[in-house]
């Protein structure tokens, strides 16, 4: 199958500071990338979606400004986590997915805000 | 609002049994739905993928179905081995913006195969 990459693939911080976390897609070029979050035995939760060139479309309870989204291109999407507290702490997946086919999702990264 | 349940939460069985795991969803109009296998501090790996106007899939020794009229999947995995082991995710893809519409996902269903 196609391959999405996240990098870092776990960060710790202090708590204040500022976490950009990166996703590609290593092989294909996406319609759409998406970002989720996942507590611990929890599913994943969708953050925004984001299609190349446009603003993010934020879920409901998501805050654009402390969670912002950048899709550069069609391979690659960033998510910078602004201003980070302890309660920002979690594993971040993003997927990436091309038109009429499935939606591939990067190995995620650990977040740990301290 | 689209729902999945997938129930139950986590299932124990000896290594080489047969088994279903059942994924249901509340809104029938979807435009496809996926299995995904998630290992400990791990991202997905997408194991299946049903378009909306089929009826199953298979890949080795495993076979999803779908019942769209009735709002179900299944997974079915044959001859269980100890390195299945993982939580599988169903989720299904609704149709308001056709094929870039998002993901709902289940809570999944943690699996342990005892050796």
């Known amino acids: 199958g196609a391959v999405v990459s996240q990098h870092p693939s776990w960060v710790i911080c202090k708590s204040g500071t500022s976490v950009k976390i990166e996703c590609r897609s290593l092989d294909f070029q996406a319609t759409t990338m998406f970002w989720y979050r996942q507590f611990p035995k929890q599913s994943l939760m969708l953050m925004a979606t984001s299609n190349e060139g446009s603003k993010a479309t934020y879920e409901q309870g998501v805050e654009k400004d402390k969670f912002l989204i950048n899709h550069a291109s069609l391979t690659l999407s960033t998510l910078t986590v602004t201003s980070a507290h302890p309660e920002d702490s979690s594993f971040y997946i993003c997927s990436a997915h091309r038109q009429g086919h499935e939606q591939f999702f990067g190995p995620g990264t650990r977040l740990t805000v301290l | 609002k689209q729902e999945v349940t997938q129930i139950p939460a986590a299932l124990s069985v000896p290594e080489g049994e047969n088994l279903v795991l059942n994924c249901s969803f509340t809104?029938?109009?979807?435009?496809?739905l996926q299995w995904f296998r998630q290992d400990p501090g791990k991202g997905l790996t997408s194991l299946l993928l049903i378009q909306s106007s089929q009826r199953e899939q298979t890949s080795g020794r495993l076979n999803a179905s779908l019942d769209k009229s009735s709002g179900r999947s299944t997974l079915y995995i044959a001859a269980s081995q100890p390195g299945d082991s993982a939580t599988y995710l169903c989720?299904?893809?609704?149709?308001?913006?056709?094929?870039?519409?998002?993901?709902?996902f289940g809570k999944g269903i943690t699996l342990s195969v005892r050796p």
């Open positions: 989720a299904v893809r609704g149709t308001l913006t056709g094929a870039n519409s998002k993901l709902t």
């Open positions: 809104d029938s109009a979807i435009y496809n």
